[in-house]
Structures are given as structure tokens and as C-alpha cells.
């Protein structure tokens, strides 16, 4: 193995660097941090190949301007090693809601120190701090209710520091002064009993000397739906104001509150779906003064809020990590109204489906009502479908009444929708596109950071599609699809975090799908087939074990990629609990696990896998793979005992499972015990665990590729993992790039902007577990794999399909992003592969050239230069930095 870098003198010199990318927990200046552990990390950035620290050293300071003079008020780390990026806080308990400074020194290999520019974090409400009680307008328990709150009060110091925390059941918009702060579908949803998120607001700018007044309102579903949990209303709200002098004040909700007698909006109001996830928005601006967010308002028309039904020991409150919902963007959609239509109905056209709500902006009417319906299609007649996604609902819609002013503009912004077109009604004059009509596209703002593009047209609208899909499936958690559902399951979280850990700021996401389902965890150790969720309810009182098997491959996952052991500290009982329920209901004849309770899928959707035995292979098959995966995590947080156990568990399954489901005549594993089937999926699920005996890899491999594609979303990812990793990637890159049906290729060639669900064009047409083949052509066509945890170490190893000019892609990673580029260029000596690098300050990378399409020897030479290595085993070892290299054969009489 070659190391170019090292030749070079690179990793020896002394190298300037730069330490940015400071991150508290991962988050940019933090508002909220209120737990006790937690992690700084940052990178490190340069113009040389090679760069990395040897030492490091934190400081915090209660003040800047300390840091400025090399002082530490709260904590100096004093210097420890300094190549993991990272060092957790060890100083003493921090004050709750407060300011902190801190930077962060590296030494580099050869001494040559580096500080980061100072960088802030606040702490939120530690559960000491909380005096705000939780407050609604009334003590009755209404389904799809509203509170319209508020609270003046006089502010006589010039402040130096206010913070706000609010929080509500379900979501909340906080305004002060009757500027809006915040973000939209806040808190995002959990199970209040177990952890209830606040947001922080820094504030001080909105706070005026005088008569201030802050309001909010605030919405509570309560009717059993499929993505929350029901709990009961209410809304709390703590102000804390540091003032120049250095006194400080607080505000908090209580019985002084007032609330408006009289609301806008309907309380009461029927559900858009038919699994209850959002209320029609029913608004008549008629009942509301504009003045009833500003100081000086008429108190006649409130009267006092009262406590709201919190159980007395409250919830326990945890600072909301993932961001809030923003707006990405207004699209200006297209008119598409069949012609003939009567005033007053338009139908409109965003060109693709988006989440977020149409906005209005009209001159006002007194008592006209404008009504916006949404669908994902239109039916023949062009008018929009009475649908959401493929359930048929007559109330997917919202409505607003006019007051009468001469411009009113108004978007119903207290849920998420998911449509393309909306039909308006209502309005009498012409609404033009742009001026009168726009849709917003909101999502939780997780930011999407990585590539992908080739020489391959299709290949680079999939691309599009995906991150479309998934941005639009980001709604406070990990949704399955916008409309229809909008609910967070194992599985598709787990298919969804393939695109997501490459391609977006997404830990806080998928850490949250793992809090929100520990939390959910049943007695026996499963989980519920969604959370949050009522479960308790018959609609949704289900569950999925195949689905459970998800939680270890998603929490592994997310480990993997950032890193953090204590990702693994935190989930570690959850994961053994779980695994223990299954491993314990094993058939002491077989050593198989059987079906139990629950409903079984082993592909979804439309699945073709034969159920017809308690004995289900792709159930056992993930199950040695969760097992495997517990016993590798306790081995790295130090429970050596439990790995050597879960490690025998997983390898006595894995045994009974090749002695009793696979057909070693046949070569192939059958789908469940007594099976004849032996499905494509199937088998290559199992050669993607291993299981595979030795001597028939490339047997299975060769029937899995030989196969006509039957595997559906579920399955095709192992399957197609297994064909890149077994000798056959022109097989796996030619499922993902064909253009018939079935595939992704063919949903791009029907017109589909964002992923379907399956491959068939019946159901939801915006679902992002299917996006995970933007990641295998990130990860096996251009190469990109981490070799150990956080990307310490990658591999770059590209595959150059026939009929491929180039591809490049981009992918995030906790110590930046590493990128890789291909070129096939032709010249009459034969063809040469450039190779474009760039790897990230602190990971080092191999470069390997195995699968090259060019026979014997290698020459590769940088760019520019007359040095050429020679290599003969095809392997590079990289430092970080930028690399242009030309690779191409070596003339055999060299």
C-alpha cells in the first residue's frame, strides 16, 4: 500500500490550521442545553494535505471578553489529546438560562498552536428554574381546540440578555410585541409524559423599554390521532431578562394570563385525514382586533386563563435539539383551471409536491369565505381530487372569512400539508399567480449539505427527487409521507437515514426517532408500529416486529456515522430489552424465532415473500443482525460480558437458520420454513447478513443477480448492498439506473418530482424511504464508505459502470465534507480515470483502484506532475486534502 502524502512530506510539516465548525451537542450556538453531559466539538481546515492535532485545549468563560485575555471564569480543560475533534465538559454545573463562551486551542504534529474564534452557548431551564405553570383558556376538554393568550408587562432597566422558553400542547406561535419568534409546527410531537420539548428565544432585541406584551397561540389536537399523543392542552411560557446592572427578571405564565373570549378560529373542527393528524383551519378574521398582540388592548374582550389539566408533578421538560419548521421557500405556482370553469374556482399547480400551505394575499371582502383544497392529482376533469394521497377524505381543506380590510393575507401555518395542487374557491375575482397566490414549502430546517451528480441525466433527477421527498417528509420527525400519515416508523426511518447521514445536518433527527421509540417501549421490551402515537387506541393499538429489528439498525447507523459512543450509552437497555423479548420466544426444536403477535412484513410494499409458516426467514435474518449489532455495542461501551453473549445468541440463530431455511441443493434460502419460495429479496438480505455458507457466496450472489427483479422497497436496499458487495455491482447499478418498470428510473420517466412509495403509481407519490439509492451511488459508485466510527478513516473506492462519462458526489461527515469526482477520458494510448479528491483535515482515506476496468498494473500520477507510483496491489493510503490523480495501465514492456 502506497502513501502518496506521506512521500510527499506532507504529514510531517508543520502546517498552518485553521479550527472552525464550533458545535456544542452538535448544534451552532445553542439556545437551550440543559443537560448536565455535553460535548464540544470542531474542525479543522487548510490548504495543505495532511492536516491533524495532536492537542487540544477548551476554555469557558461567562464572558467574551475573558476569553480575549486567555482567562476561563467556568472551565479550562487544560490540554489532553487532541485527534478526536471532540472533548466532553467536565467543569461544574452551569446556571440555567445563561450565556457561555468558550474556544478551543490545537496544536498541531509539529507544536505550531491554532485558536478558534470564541464561540457562544446558552443553557435553557434546568427543572429547578421552571416557575411558569401551564395554562389554557378553559378547564374543558375540547377535541381540536385553540387559546389565543396573552400577557403586558412593563419593562424599566435597559436589558442586557432576555431569553423566552416556551412550550405547548400541541404546538404554539409566540409573538412579542406582535413581531412573530420562532418557527412553525413547534414543539415537535413526544409523549409529554415521558419527555415534553421547550424552544428558547433569544429575545432581547424584541424587548422595548415601557408597556411590552407577549402573546401566543396555541392549538391542541386531542383526538387520537396517528402522530401525536393526546395529553391534555396547554401552553407554558418563561421570560428571563438579565439587565445591564446585572439584576434580573422573570416573567412566567399563570392565572394572569389573559385569553381572548372570543377566537378566530373554530374549535371542534373535523380532522383533514382519517387518521386525525390536522384540523380544518377554519378562520374568520371578522372576530379578531389586529390589536390584540400590542400593548394597550381592550380588556374587555379577555378574560383570565385558567391551569391547564397538567398532572401535578408536570411534565418533564427537555430543550427541543432538532430545529424548528422554516420556510424554504414561496413557489409561484401555475394556474391549471380546466377551461369553462365559473368565477370563483382556480385550480392551481406547484409543479411538484411540497409541504408547507398555500399563502393568500387579497383585498378583502367582508364576510367572503375563500376555501383551499389539496390533493397530490387531479381528477379527469382537472379539479382537484377529493383525497388525501390515496385515502379518499372530503375535508382535506382549510378556509379563511374576510374582514374586509383593503390587503389581507393569511396561510393556515399551524400544521403541515403535503400537496401539488390546490383549488381555490370562494373569492370572486380573478386571483393571479404570484400576487394574489403562492405556495410556501416549509419542513424542518435540516440542512442538506451532500451531492450527487454524473454524466447520467435520470440518475441526477433521482437525485432531485430524493432530497425533495425527504425535505418534504422532515415535519417536526421522521414521517413516513406529508398527508396521508405524516407518522414516524422504525423502518422507514431507518431506509431514510441511508440519504439523510450522507446528505444532511441530520443527527438530531434520527436521535430523536430513537428517544421518541424508547420512550414507547412496551413492557415486553417491543415497540408500537409508529410513535409518537395514541397506541392505545384500536386504530393504531398495532405492531410490526420486523419493524422493532429497525431500532439496532438505525441507532448502529447513526453511531457509525458520528461517532458518538454515547449514542450508544443512551439506547444500549433499550435495544437489549427489546432483543431479549424476541430471542426469548425461540422454538427450543428449531432454534428459530416464530411469528408471534403483531403483523409480519417482510417486504413492503405489495410483498410477494412467502408467509406461509410460523418460521419467517427475513424476521429471524434481522433478528441475528439486531442481535449482533447489541453485542458489538456492549463491547464498545464496556460491557464485555453481554457482547460475548448476544454475540453467541446471534451466532446459535444464525446456525439454526442455515440448517433449517436454507436449501443447500438449491444453494439458496426459502422464504419461511416448508417454503418452496425462494425469493430474490430474501436471499439477498441473508448474503448481506453473512449468513450465506462460505462456499456458496457466489452462487447466491449470481442467483440473486440472475433473478428478475421481484424485491420491493424494503428489501431491494440489503439486496442491492449485497450485489455491490459481492462481485456483482454493474447488476446493482443497472436496477438502479433502469428506466422501466418496475424502479426509481421509471417513476423519473413518468414525470415524478418527488419518490413514490412503491414501484406502482396508486398510492402515496411522495415517500422517502425510497431515496436510499442516492446513497448506494455515493457510497459504491463513487466510493465513499466509513471505515470506522465518525469517519476517522474512509474508504474511496469507485465503481465506473459502462456507459458512465462521470460522477461526483459529496458527502457530509462530522469532520466536513469529502468529496470524489470521476472522469472517463478516451485518448488513443487507452483510457484514463481522473480522479478529483478531497478529503477533510483529520481523516485519512484509501483510495481503492480494484475495480478499475483497466487489466495488470497501475500507474497513478498527480495532475501536473512527473511523479508516477507504480502500484500492484491497487491501494493508496491518503492524508487529508485535495488530489487530481490520473490513473491509468502501465505499458507492460515498463
Not at 312 to 324: L, V
Not at 380 to 405: A, I, P
Not at 576 to 604: E, N, Q
Not at 854 to 883: F, M, N, P, T
Request: proline share 5%; aromatic share 10%; with cysteine.
Amino acid at each position: 500500500m502506497r502513501n502518496i502524502a506521506a512521500d510527499e512530506g506532507g504529514a510531517g510539516r508543520s502546517v498552518p490550521v485553521r479550527v472552525d465548525f464550533l458545535r456544542v451537542d452538535g448544534n451552532e450556538t445553542p439556545l437551550g442545553l440543559d443537560n448536565d453531559g455535553f460535548r464540544f466539538s470542531w474542525r479543522l481546515a487548510g490548504d495543505e494535505q495532511g492536516l491533524r492535532s495532536r492537542a487540544a485545549r477548551i476554555w469557558v468563560a461567562t464572558d467574551r471578553r475573558l476569553l480575549d485575555k486567555g482567562e476561563a471564569d467556568v472551565w479550562d480543560s487544560g490540554t489532553f489529546d487532541g485527534r478526536s475533534l471532540h472533548a466532553d465538559y467536565a467543569g461544574p454545573r452551569l446556571k440555567g438560562a445563561s450565556r457561555y463562551w468558550w474556544k478551543v486551542a490545537v496544536w498541531n504534529e509539529a507544536g505550531r498552536r491554532s485558536d478558534s474564534d470564541p464561540a457562544r452557548f446558552d443553557t435553557g431551564l434546568f427543572p429547578e428554574d421552571w416557575e411558569a405553570r401551564w395554562i389554557w383558556r378553559t378547564t374543558d376538554l375540547l377535541t381540536n381546540d385553540y387559546a389565543y393568550l396573552r400577557k403586558e408587562f412593563d419593562v424599566s432597566k435597559r436589558i442586557a440578555y432576555a431569553k423566552l422558553f416556551m412550550s405547548a400542547h400541541n404546538v404554539a406561535q409566540v409573538f412579542v410585541n406582535g413581531t412573530s419568534i420562532g418557527g412553525f409546527g413547534s414543539p415537535a410531537p413526544t409523549n409529554p409524559e415521558k419527555r415534553k420539548y421547550y424552544l428558547a428565544y433569544d429575545v432581547t432585541a424584541a424587548i422595548q423599554n415601557g408597556r411590552n406584551c407577549i402573546s401566543a397561540i396555541a392549538h391542541y389536537l386531542g383526538g387520537s390521532g396517528q402522530n401525536y399523543v393526546n395529553g391534555v392542552p396547554g401552553f407554558r411560557l418563561q421570560l428571563e431578562a438579565v439587565h445591564e446592572d446585572g439584576t434580573r427578571q422573570r416573567w412566567a405564565t399563570d392565572t394572569s394570563w389573559e385569553t381572548l373570549k372570543v377566537m378566530p378560529r373554530t374549535a371542534g373542527m373535523p380532522y383533514q385525514q382519517n387518521r386525525r393528524m390536522s384540523a380544518i383551519d377554519d378562520y374568520d378574521a371578522r372576530k379578531l382586533d389586529p390589536a390584540w398582540q400590542l400593548p394597550g388592548f381592550d380588556m374587555s374582550a379577555c378574560r383570565r386563563a385558567v391551569v391547564a389539566g397538567v398532572h401535578e408533578d408536570g411534565w418533564p421538560m427537555k430543550w427541543q435539539e432538532i430545529p424548528e419548521g422554516a420556510i424554504e421557500k414561496a413557489i409561484v405556482p401555475h394556474e391549471v383551471t380546466p377551461p369553462g370553469t365559473p368565477a370563483g374556482t382556480q385550480v392551481f399547480d406547484t409543479g411538484k409536491i411540497v409541504s408547507g400551505w398555500p399563502r393568500i394575499r387579497l383585498p378583502g371582502i367582508p364576510g367572503v369565505t375563500v376555501q383551499m383544497r389539496y390533493a397530490e392529482e387531479l381528477e379527469q376533469s382537472g379539479f382537484v381530487k377529493h383525497h388525501v394521497c390515496n385515502e379518499k377524505q372530503e375535508r382535506h381543506y382549510d378556509r379563511y372569512t374576510m374582514r374586509g380590510d383593503a390587503l389581507e393575507t393569511w396561510q393556515p401555518d399551524l400544521s403541515y400539508k403535503a400537496f401539488r395542487y390546490v383549488e381555490i374557491t370562494g373569492y370572486p375575482d380573478l386571483l393571479v399567480p404570484g400576487e394574489h397566490v403562492e405556495i410556501v414549502f416549509a419542513h424542518t430546517a435540516v440542512a442538506c449539505e451532500g451531492r450527487f451528480r454524473c454524466s447520467d441525466g435520470m440518475l441526477n433527477q433521482m437525485f432531485e427527487a430524493a432530497v425533495q421527498t425527504q425535505k418534504n417528509n422532515l415535519l417536526g420527525q421522521t414521517v413516513d409521507c406529508p398527508h396521508r400519515e405524516q407518522a414516524q416508523y422504525l423502518a422507514d426511518s431507518d431506509l431514510q437515514a441511508e440519504l439523510l447521514l450522507y446528505n444532511f445536518d441530520s443527527r438530531s433527527m434520527l436521535e430523536k426517532v430513537l428517544a421518541d421509540f424508547a420512550d414507547s417501549q412496551l413492557e415486553d421490551g417491543t415497540f408500537p408500529f409508529v410513535y409518537p402515537s395514541n397506541y392505545e387506541h384500536p386504530d393504531f393499538h398495532l405492531q410490526i416486529p420486523e419493524w422493532d429489528l429497525h431500532f439496532c439498525t438505525l441507532w448502529w447507523k447513526l453511531y457509525w456515522n458520528v461517532g458518538d459512543i454515547r449514542v450508544l450509552e443512551r439506547y444500549y437497555d433499550t435495544a437489549k430489552r427489546m432483543i431479549d423479548y424476541y430471542l426469548g420466544t425461540a422454538d427450543p426444536h428449531t432454534g428459530l424465532v416464530p411469528a408471534g403477535k403483531g403483523w409480519h412484513i417482510s417486504d413492503w410494499p405489495y410483498p410477494t415473500v412467502d408467509h406461509g409458516s410460523a418460521f419467517l426467514t427475513v424476521h429471524n435474518v434481522k433478528l441475528v443482525q439486531a442481535a449482533r449489532i447489541v453485542a458489538e455495542a456492549a463491547k464498545r461501551i464496556g460491557r464485555p460480558a453481554d457482547g460475548e453473549t448476544y454475540l453467541q445468541l446471534a451466532g446459535e440463530l444464525g446456525r439454526s437458520i442455515v440448517r433449517h431455511l436454507y436449501d443447500a441443493e438449491r444453494k439458496r434460502f426459502v422464504d419461511c420454513l416448508g417454503s418452496e419460495a425462494s425469493h430474490q429479496g430474501v436471499n439477498g438480505l441473508a448474503l448481506h447478513a453473512g449468513l450465506v455458507p462460505e462456499t456458496d457466496v457466489g452462487a447466491v450472489a449470481e442467483y440473486v443477480a440472475g433473478m428478475e427483479w421481484e424485491a420491493r422497497t424494503v428489501l431491494s436496499l440489503p439486496m442491492l448492498r449485497a450485489l455491490f458487495e459481492h462481485g456483482q455491482p454493474e447488476a446493482a447499478f443497472r436496477i438502479i439506473a433502469r428506466q422501466e418498470y418496475p424502479g426509481w428510473g421509471y417513476m423519473i420517466r413518468q414525470g415524478a418530482t418527488t419518490l413514490w412509495e412503491g414501484w406502482n403509481d396508486i398510492e402515496s407519490h411522495c415517500h422517502a424511504w425510497n431515496g436510499y439509492p442516492i446513497r448506494l451511488l455515493q457510497e459504491y459508485v463513487t466510493g465513499i464508505r466509513a471505515v470506522s466510527p465518525g469517519f476517522a478513516e474512509a474508504t474511496i473506492r469507485p465503481f465506473f459502470p459502462d456507459g458512465l462519462r462521470f460522477a461526483d458526489a459529496c458527502v457530509t461527515t462530522v469532520r466536513g465534507p469529502i468529496s470524489v469526482r470521476w472522469e472517463r477520458i478516451e485518448r488513443r494510448t487507452g483510457t484514463v480515470f481522473r480522479l478529483l479528491l478531497d478529503i477533510p483535515a483529520a481523516m485519512t482515506a484509501v483510495l481503492e483502484l480494484d475495480l478499475v476496468p483497466i487489466v495488470g498494473r497501475l500507474s497513478v500520477a498527480e495532475a501536473g506532475s512527473d511523479q508516477v507510483a507504480v502500484i500492484a496491489g491497487r491501494d493508496l493510503e491518503l492524508a487529508s486534502g485535495k488530489y487530481d490523480l490520473l490513473v491509468s495501465g502501465l505499458d507492460p514492456s515498463d
